[in-house]
């Protein structure tokens, strides 16, 4: 049972366009939201994150948009570049004895054209 | 630089044969884990460790086993009795504390049943 989803396995954008990628999740005992990045053959890399008590948490182009009551997070990047290209990871963690241990999603490939 | 890095990047192991993957971090992290990602998948936890010489099972710990003898490195065993090992292994570690800590992965070991 996925307690975290992502129901888009890809998404396809032009260069300069807004990427949405979204997450929805089913557990309301997670304190933080997470974004990862992907490239291939590469371990994920931090993008942005929004605790649980916020609704919105904006870094340079990317900006990520928490829903509590339809347990529903979303990320925007604007503009998109060719360089966005990558599966990205949504997450949401609890804490654990001084760690947050986040429950990954599925991912969501990024494809931006130019 | 810091960072984490696992060895070898790609590893083959015969059946029947237990195999160990390397994970060593230079950022003083006190907390380290391993994921396992599957294709289409996302990560999956395997075991994480808080503090040297403890360490706790994760979502898929069967046919694994880890240590922690020292505070930068956390080697993961692949034993026989894991089925179905086949997978593309991702080491991370954070900091203890502090509020809300993303975690940081290295780049990866996959690994192949001949």
């Known amino acids: 049972d996925q307690q975290v989803k992502q129901n888009s396995p890809s998404l396809s954008v032009q260069e300069g366009r807004i990427s949405i990628l979204n997450c929805d999740y089913t557990?309301?005992?997670?304190?933080?939201f997470l974004w990862y990045k992907k490239y291939p053959a590469e371990g994920p890399t931090f993008l942005i994150s929004?605790?649980?008590?916020?609704d919105k948490n904006e870094d340079g182009r990317f900006t990520v948009f928490l829903n509590k009551s339809a347990k529903h997070l979303s990320l925007h990047i604007v503009p998109s570049q060719p360089g966005d290209s990558a599966v990205y990871f949504c997450?949401?963690?609890?804490?654990?004895?001084?760690?947050?241990?986040?429950?990954f999603g599925r991912g969501t490939s990024l494809i931006v054209h130019p | 630089d810091g960072g984490i890095t696992q060895s070898p990047k790609y590893l083959f192991r015969k059946e029947g044969q237990n195999v160990t993957l390397s994970c060593e971090q230079n950022?003083?992290?006190?907390?380290m884990y391993w994921y396992r990602q599957d294709p289409g998948q996302g990560l999956r936890l395997i075991y994480y460790?808080?503090?040297?010489?403890?360490?706790q099972k994760g979502d898929i710990a069967e046919g694994y086993s880890v240590s922690r003898e020292k505070k930068e490195s956390f080697p993961l065993t692949v034993t026989s009795a894991q089925k179905n090992p086949t997978a593309f292994y991702l080491c991370?570690?954070?900091?203890?504390?502090?509020?809300?800590?993303?975690?940081?992965f290295g780049d990866g070991t996959r690994l192949s049943i001949l």
């Open positions: 991370a570690s954070s900091i203890l504390g502090g509020g809300f800590q993303p975690q940081h």
């Open positions: 929004i605790s649980s008590i916020k």
């Open positions: 557990n309301s005992m997670f304190d933080y």
């Open positions: 460790s808080q503090i040297v010489n403890d360490f």
């Open positions: 950022l003083n992290h006190d907390a």
């Open positions: 997450a949401a963690s609890v804490a654990s004895g001084g760690s947050y241990i986040p429950t």
